[in-house]
């Protein structure tokens, strides 16, 4: 039985392959592409995952869809209706696309894949529910999803159990959390869709000031986490921008611009939303424990990749156990639908053990052998040392306690927005300077955003206040107090970015501003290699923690082929690349040209 799910149109369009239950590959179309957050139909995810399962088109059993596109344009139609005339602007400007393709996906799927079986539609918030709890270990969970909008709904509360489940509540646009998250961003200076992580990040650098005004003036908030927002003050009911006047008025100014002075307003606002976000996921989790008694909740939805919430939420909430899905937004839902048609529509049985999920580390993408590298390094005349996989873990050791910063390309893409190992770049946490070299000299970034570790998970309650698994970096958690360096009474006044200028912990590189870290904890059976290796540096240091971050710059997606790998690394400082067993000296490699186009990747955001 092959179910091919698809998300695609609004934004990380991907595509999922579910055998008999199994999840075969899921992958972003923007790795392909090499467009960041790319909307368009995947036909190369697609074709990819038509490979990967050895299958073709006319073998597929179900296509299924993530959501219900005239619901959805219902939706606009009415939205567009209640404010009219105003909004005709934005009216017009999404009309071509929706009457060009948007409302003919079942005409459009048969053309592109030369298919003429079946396709199913599920609901937005349905595939987000399907995604959180099919994969998840558990046998029966309470499932929480938020984003910003689906169809009509914005967030679900539900209970899943055995091979099915329930959506028991929902919440309605306008009134969404996603949307009022994004509204801030925008108004930080940061993209919508694409910036809610560094509003997230730039939060700690500031102090939750205006968190009164928001509940007061913008956010009627419930004590079960209900919520109605005051459409007075947002513009994307009937505008082109997210935030209007009347907002910009509430809160002393117009909104920053894109790649202006972050002023510390900036900061304490995004503090306040923050916190006032928190609030929201926490009452929203203890309501839905409430009415379903569960002990485990599954988390799902494009809120759900706040991992400050998350942590929060595991913390103070009222659950034993939280799982969420690494691909939380739109391109999860590709992954939902698929196994929402083999649980839920077909009524297969589902198999749990409580202690593995079904989602394979994430490492569901396109994969390299050493053949292909090989040919490919030949090919282009690169000098390269063909290591054998037993010396890999202690030779990389070595060049991260030299404090160099190596690109990591080994096993299949991971799938949704994280690096977890297979397409990372890596170095020492306990280097002062490595955050800073790295966001601006590497990354091409921000200086003030911080950089995640990955833990040995046995090792991970002995370095930070976090005694569960976070395969996935989608859980903040603070730094223990015994790692922790305290600073002295001058350091304790200063704000804003000069916060950074402090010596933190003994995992400086790591540690937020807070005190806090983004962790990803990896066990040998999810990635046997990058856990050796980061086992040779804990038996060489005593420290079991180095910094992940996504091998990629800004603007850019993450690396899928070792072209975009080889392209990435001799554009930026990082000093030594290792693809599958090849490993590449930058000081060895021929120069290459900074050519216009990849220069204008550094201006998107």
């Known amino acids: 039985m092959n179910i091919l799910g698809i998300s695609c149109f609004y934004h990380d369009s991907a595509v999922s392959l579910v055998q008999n239950g199994e999840i075969i590959a899921a992958v972003q179309e923007e790795r392909f592409t090499r467009k960041k957050h790319d909307f368009s139909f995947p036909i190369n995810a697609i074709n990819w995952c038509l490979k990967e399962g050895n299958i073709s088109s006319p073998e597929l059993d179900f296509v299924v869809f993530y959501d219900k596109p005239l619901i959805k344009f219902e939706r606009i139609l009415?939205?567009?209706?209640?404010?009219?005339?105003?909004?005709?602007?934005?009216?017009?400007?999404?009309?071509?696309?929706w009457l060009k393709q948007k409302l003919w996906i079942r005409e459009l799927?048969?053309?592109?894949?030369?298919?003429?079986?079946?396709?199913?539609?599920?609901?937005?918030?349905?595939?987000?529910?399907?995604?959180?709890?099919?994969?998840?270990?558990?046998?029966?969970?309470?499932?929480?999803?938020?984003?910003?909008?689906?169809?009509?709904?914005?967030?679900?509360?539900?209970?899943?159990?055995?091979?099915?489940?329930?959506?028991?509540?929902?919440?309605?646009?306008?009134?969404?959390?996603?949307?009022?998250?994004?509204?801030?961003?925008?108004?930080?200076?940061?993209?919508?869709?694409?910036?809610?992580?560094?509003?997230?990040?730039?939060?700690?650098?500031?102090?939750?000031?205006?968190?009164?005004?928001?509940?007061?003036?913008?956010?009627?908030?419930?004590?079960?986490?209900?919520?109605?927002?005051?459409m007075?003050?947002?513009?994307?009911?009937?505008?082109?921008?997210?935030?209007?006047?009347?907002?910009?008025?509430?809160?002393?100014?117009?909104?920053?611009?894109?790649?202006?002075?972050?002023?510390?307003?900036?900061?304490?606002?995004?503090?306040?939303?923050?916190?006032?976000?928190?609030?929201?996921?926490?009452?929203?989790?203890?309501?839905?424990?409430?009415?379903?008694?569960?002990?485990?909740?599954?988390?799902?939805?494009?809120?759900?990749?706040?991992?400050?919430?998350?942590?929060?939420?595991?913390?103070?909430?009222?659950?034993?156990?939280?799982?969420i899905q690494p691909a939380s937004g739109d391109a999860g839902g590709a992954l939902g639908a698929a196994l929402l048609v083999w649980h839920k529509y077909l009524k297969n049985k589902r198999i749990t053990d409580n202690k593995n999920d079904k989602q394979r580390g994430s490492f569901l993408g396109p994969s390299y052998n050493d053949?292909?590298?090989?040919?490919?390094?030949?090919?282009?005349?690169?000098?390269?040392?063909?290591?054998?996989?037993?010396?890999?873990?202690?030779?990389?050791?070595?060049?991260?306690?030299?404090?160099?910063?190596?690109?990591?390309?080994?096993?299949?893409?991971?799938?949704?927005?994280?690096?977890?190992?297979?397409?990372?770049?890596?170095?020492d946490a306990r280097n002062p300077q490595m955050q800073s070299r790295m966001n601006l000299k590497i990354k091409y970034r921000e200086s003030f955003r911080p950089f995640a570790p990955t833990v040995l998970r046995e090792c991970v309650c002995d370095w930070f206040d976090l005694e569960a698994d976070s395969p996935y970096m989608l859980l903040v958690a603070p730094v223990k107090s015994d790692k922790r360096v305290e600073g002295d009474n001058a350091a304790a006044n200063l704000s804003g970015f000069d916060k950074l200028k402090v010596m933190r912990s003994q995992i400086p590189a790591v540690t937020h501003v807070d005190y806090s870290a983004r962790i990803q904890t990896i066990r040998r059976q999810d990635h046997a290699l990058y856990y050796d290796m980061i086992n040779s540096f804990y038996k060489k240091t005593n420290c079991p923690v180095i910094i992940n971050t996504s091998f990629n710059v800004r603007g850019e997606p993450l690396v899928c082929s070792p072209q975009d790998a080889f392209r990435c690394f001799m554009r930026t400082d990082m000093d030594y690349l290792i693809m599958g067993c090849f490993l590449l000296n930058k000081k060895e490699q021929k120069p290459i040209k900074k050519d216009i186009k990849w220069q204008e990747v550094f201006e998107l955001d």
């Open 78 to 97: 009415e939205t567009y209706l209640s404010y009219a005339p105003s909004g005709i602007r934005q009216f017009i400007q999404a009309m071509p696309l």
């Open 109 to 230: 799927i048969s053309k592109e894949l030369s298919y003429k079986g079946r396709i199913l539609f599920t609901e937005h918030h349905e595939s987000h529910a399907a995604s959180a709890f099919f994969p998840s270990p558990f046998h029966e969970a309470a499932i929480l999803t938020m984003d910003g909008v689906g169809e009509w709904d914005t967030a679900s509360l539900g209970v899943g159990k055995h091979n099915d489940f329930q959506i028991l509540e929902t919440l309605r646009f306008p009134h969404s959390l996603g949307l009022l998250y994004s509204a801030f961003t925008y108004y930080t200076g940061f993209k919508v869709n694409s910036g809610e992580y560094k509003l997230m990040g730039l939060a700690p650098y500031g102090k939750p000031k205006y968190t009164n005004l928001i509940l007061k003036e913008l956010v009627d908030l419930k004590d079960d986490g209900s919520f109605k927002l005051n």
């Open 232 to 323: 007075r003050y947002f513009g994307y009911g009937n505008g082109l921008k997210m935030v209007n006047r009347r907002f910009e008025k509430l809160f002393g100014g117009p909104a920053r611009k894109p790649e202006t002075k972050i002023t510390q307003r900036y900061m304490d606002i995004a503090a306040s939303i923050q916190l006032v976000t928190e609030e929201i996921m926490l009452r929203m989790s203890r309501y839905v424990h409430k009415i379903t008694g569960q002990d485990n909740l599954c988390l799902a939805g494009g809120v759900a990749l706040n991992c400050v919430g998350n942590g929060r939420i595991l913390r103070e909430g009222p659950f034993k156990e939280i799982w």
């Open 371 to 427: 053949d292909a590298i090989e040919n490919y390094l030949l090919k282009e005349g690169m000098p390269y040392k063909k290591l054998s996989y037993l010396e890999i873990p202690d030779i990389v050791s070595d060049l991260i306690i030299q404090d160099r910063v190596i690109g990591w390309f080994q096993g299949q893409l991971e799938f949704g927005p994280r690096a977890l190992g297979a397409r990372s770049i890596i170095g």
